[in-house]
């Protein structure tokens, strides 16, 4: 499988949500350079699939019509998580995300709207993993 940056709006949208989790929403906080105290998380999105061409390659975009669609589509999240002090992988995650199936109509907007959706999952996901793990340690 290809590893895919993410370049662009999905990139700063990914990285938004990541802030405001982590920086806005406590208990953790990202940090510009790791060490001995600091997890580093490294994470690739791929396998982008819609469920509908983009607005500008459909047939009915330019009269005016609409596509419905169950869902926006799936992608999927690849991880990797590091020891701050030596570089050592300490785990490794895969995910297939996707927002909630209800049919809407499928534009960038809503499409946004979800992949969104399934950025904060992913991230709320990971901060609950990290809290649940520091309270069985203690």
Known sequence: MQK???QGKLAEAFNQTVSSVFNDEQPYQLVAAPDAN????ETYVTDIRLAAPIESSRGSFQS???TYTQNSGSMVLLARI???KDNTVIAKAADRGQAMDQWQQNTQVFNMGDVKTVYRNWTNDF???LMQ????AN
Request: proline letters at 0%; hydrophobic letters at 45%; aromatic letters at 0%.
């Open 133 to 136: 793990t520091r309270a069985s």
């Open 127 to 129: 901060k609950n993993a």
């Open 4 to 6: 895919v940056l993410m």
């Open 82 to 84: 590091k020891d701050g």
């Open 64 to 66: 005016g019509g609409a």
């Open 38 to 41: 600091t997890l580093i998380v």
